[in-house]
T-cell receptor, first 113, second 116 residues
Framework: GDSVTQMEGPVTLSEEAFLTINCTYTATGYPSLFWYVQYPGEGLQLLLKATKADDKGSNKGFEATYRKETTSFHLEKGSVQVSDSAVYFCALSDHAGRRALTFGSGTRLQVQP | NAGVTQTPKFQVLKTGQSMTLQCAQDMNHNSMYWYRQDPGMGLRLIYYSASEGTTDKGEVPNGYNVSRLNKREFSLRLESAAPSQTSVYFC???????????????FGSGTRLTVV
């Protein structure tokens, strides 16, 4: 079945550092890919998405590119802020059936001032 | 505000007790989902409903039942709670757009359940 693998955390960075959170996936067909963010005590919010190969999703300075050849969707940000501290989930959704989201295990990011 | 509303936000149950988690959306979405979130495991699908009156099992359905009596509401019931069901539960809904767009997921704020 479908699966998503994320790098384990926590990831601890200083403010203004470069961020990369790795995500790879296994799926039949061509899924849509997502990054969700969860702030402490809150639900999940969509951060960005990509629906086909070579698409780049971007939002709030975060970017991720759908790489079909490497089955990856790595999240990047050039300069993190303390307010970016949260848990980040990579997820995929297939294009048939229930279209439910399959999530990675999540990566906690801690940004220190 | 439009969105997905979950109740209660927190609950403590004793082993063997029953309870129903409520979820309602006011966005006229067709599909609704229940997930559970456990440390280090991301979110896992419990049950899914494609439309009013239809439900389908997800990855971890054992110990749960669901009900989709109308388009707005999708409830999750624990008939006999067990400590292994201690988790954070999220409800989500998704709009079905022509062409199969997948960015229509909206999540509730979650229910934190502890079974002692």
């Amino acid at each position: 079945g479908d699966s998503v693998t994320q790098m384990e955390g926590p990831v601890t960075l200083s403010e203004e550092a470069f961020l990369t959170i790795n995500c790879t996936y296994t799926a039949t067909g061509y899924p849509s890919l997502f990054w969700y963010v969860q702030y402490p005590g809150e639900g999940l919010q969509l951060l960005l998405k990509a629906t086909k190969a070579d698409d780049k999703g971007s939002n709030k300075g975060f970017e991720a590119t759908y790489r079909k050849e490497t089955t990856s969707f790595h999240l990047e940000k050039g300069s993190v802020q303390v307010s970016d501290s949260a848990v980040y989930f990579c997820a995929l959704s297939d294009h048939a059936g229930r279209r439910a989201l399959t999530f990675g295990s999540g990566t906690r990011l801690q940004v220190q001032p | 505000n439009a969105g997905v509303t979950q109740t209660p936000k927190f609950q403590v149950l004793k082993t063997g007790q029953s309870m129903t988690l409520q979820c309602a959306q006011d966005m006229n979405h067709n599909s609704m989902y229940w997930y559970r979130q456990d440390p280090g495991m991301g979110l896992r699908l419990i049950y899914y409903s494609a439309s009013e009156g239809t439900t389908d099992k997800g990855e971890v359905p054992n110990g749960y039942n669901v009900s989709r009596l109308n388009k707005r509401e999708f409830s999750l019931r624990l008939e006999s709670a067990a400590p292994s069901q201690t988790s954070v539960y999220f409800c989500a809904s998704r709009v079905d757009l022509r062409g199969g767009s997948h960015y229509g997921y909206t999540f509730g704020s979650g229910t934190r359940l502890t079974v002692v």
